[in-house]
Nanobody
Framework: QVQLVESGGGLVQAGGSLRLSCAAS????????MGWFRQAPGKEREFVAA????????YYADSVKGRFTISRDNAKNTVYLQLNSLKPEDTAVYYC????????????????????WGQGTQVTVSS
């Protein structure tokens, strides 16, 4: 089993910033892709960003391009999501997800591609 623990969520005013973290632990694993999704009340879970093992390939949802940045520190088994220029519509529970593969695929934009999920961290953006 792989455990994922998110942190860094909170309440912030529109235009503000947050940095989310997701730490992976548990059984021994090698290369893996990490993704971030979010889910607002009454809405489906939606893709936000994903990053390959090397960090050389990144995908972003159109709604967050230019505002959010995904990065990773493999020595710490941790992936980060920097959220800048936050808007009220970014309010959601943010989840990280894990798939033990090296490369990103287009399917990484869908939640079913991932093997493990974190418990989520709430991000609330006030207007």
């Amino acid at each position: 089993q792989v455990q994922l623990v998110e942190s860094g969520g909170g309440l912030v005013q529109a235009g503000g910033s947050l940095r989310l973290s997701c730490a992976a632990s548990g059984r021994t694993f090698s290369t893996y892709v990490m993704g971030w999704f979010r889910q607002a009340p009454g809405k489906e879970r939606e893709f936000v960003a994903a990053i390959s093992w090397s960090g050389g390939t990144k995908y972003y949802a159109d709604s967050v391009k230019g505002r959010f940045t995904i990065s990773r520190d493999n020595a710490k088994n941790t992936v980060y999501l920097q959220l800048n220029s936050l808007k009220p519509e970014d309010t959601a529970v943010y989840y990280c997800a894990f798939n033990e593969v090296m490369f990103l695929e287009k399917a990484a934009k869908g939640p079913s591609w991932y093997e493990y999920w974190g418990q989520g961290t709430q991000v609330t953006v006030s207007s």
